[in-house]
Nanobody, 120 residues
């Protein structure tokens, strides 16, 4: 069973930085998509950053230029470096992975989430 386990959340003051890491039970290259989503109570889960297998990435407008997603092939993780954090970045951050199976179907996977709180 594929598992994604997040770590690195916590509390930080506005303007600070945090680095989230998602440990994968399968080889990081086997995922055609890896990403980070966040959710606040009462809202839908929203995409924050996405990494595609062959190197490209995509960010939400609200984090563009402040967050960086990266795959670590040695550690088998997908990480999210978050800089210049603001209170509106507060939420539960979820790691997401998608694999294309031999049949052509897509399987997707979610971590359990890690809380990020930005406040003074």
């Amino acid at each position: 069973q594929v598992q994604l386990v997040e770590s690195g959340g916590g509390w930080v003051q506005p303007g600070g930085s945090l680095r989230l890491s998602c440990a994968l039970s399968e080889n990081v290259f086997s995922f055609n998509v890896l990403g980070w989503y966040r959710q606040v109570p009462g809202n839908q889960r929203e995409m924050v950053a996405t990494s595609f297998r062959f190197g490209s990435s995509k960010y939400s407008d609200s984090v563009q230029g402040r967050f960086t997603i990266s795959r670590d092939f040695a550690k088998n993780t997908v990480d999210l470096q978050m800089n210049s954090l603001q209170p509106e970045d507060t939420g539960v951050y979820y790691c997401y992975g998608e694999r294309i199976m031999a049949s052509g179907s897509k399987d997707d996977y979610w971590g359990q989430g890690t809380q990020v709180t930005v406040s003074s």
